[in-house]
């Protein structure tokens, strides 16, 4: 185990469905991020918290919403989504609020079916 | 286009054999990293290794450096069956003035028992 959690690990919704995905980190990191992977394709960064800021939005349809109550979990919040949004989303944690390059710990990731 | 591209694409190899991937970027870089995917799993971290380094041991994996040729290889010694996974090269970007890992689509490393 990586020290990160996500749930829940399968999600199957409609495109008029609201839902969340959450991540909880246990190693007391001070970044979080969400990253998008979808086959064939390189993994897609989404969002990136830096203690529990936003500090970068990668162009993300706003069908997507992203939450950050404390260092320690993270919330991705969906709403009207899209075929396409099908995918597994990855969570993951960093140490340093600055160095978002540095080694990131993952989460076992919650594979979503839109309908 | 990617800033970090494995090849192979895929790599099928019988237990025991040596696996070698390679990746190739196109920017400077100051780190990169290599991480492993089992199926429908997150990532797991493997190693590291800096601009200034030019290769780096760690247990059965080595990785190597060329900055010069902006490629790295990842080389599995003594395949097991558990080694059964993708793995994916992450280098650092600056990207809009942030800098974030960017992953290639990795190579899908198969060992037959």
């Known amino acids: 185990e990586t020290g990160v959690t996500q749930t829940p690990r399968h999600l199957v919704m409609g495109m008029t469905n609201k839902k969340s995905l959450k991540c909880e980190q246990h190693?007391?990191?001070?970044?979080m991020y969400w990253y998008k992977q979808s086959a064939k394709k390189p993994l897609e960064l989404m969002f990136v918290y830096s203690l529990e800021e936003r500090v970068e939005n990668n162009s993300v349809p706003s069908r997507f919403s992203p939450e950050c109550p404390n260092s320690s979990h993270l919330f991705l919040h969906l709403h009207t989504l899209q075929p396409e949004d099908s995918a597994l989303y990855l969570c993951a944690s960093s140490q340093d609020a600055s160095a978002h390059t540095d080694t990131q710990y993952f989460g076992p990731g919650t594979r979503l079916t839109v309908l | 286009s990617q800033q970090g591209e494995e090849d192979p694409q895929a790599l099928s190899i019988q237990e025991g054999e040596n696996a070698t991937m390679n990746c190739s970027y196109k920017t400077s870089i100051n780190n990169l990293q290599w991480y492993r995917q089992n199926s429908g799993r997150g990532l797991v971290h493997l190693i590291l290794i800096r601009s200034n380094e030019r290769e780096k041991h760690s247990g059965r994996l080595r990785v190597t450096l060329d900055t010069s040729k902006k490629s790295s290889s990842l080389l599995i010694t003594a395949s097991r069956a558990a080694d059964t996974a993708s793995y994916f090269c992450a280098t650092d970007a600056r990207s809009f003035g942030n800098e974030k890992l960017t992953f290639g689509t990795g190579t899908r490393l198969t060992i037959i028992p």
């Open positions: 190693l007391g990191h001070n970044a």
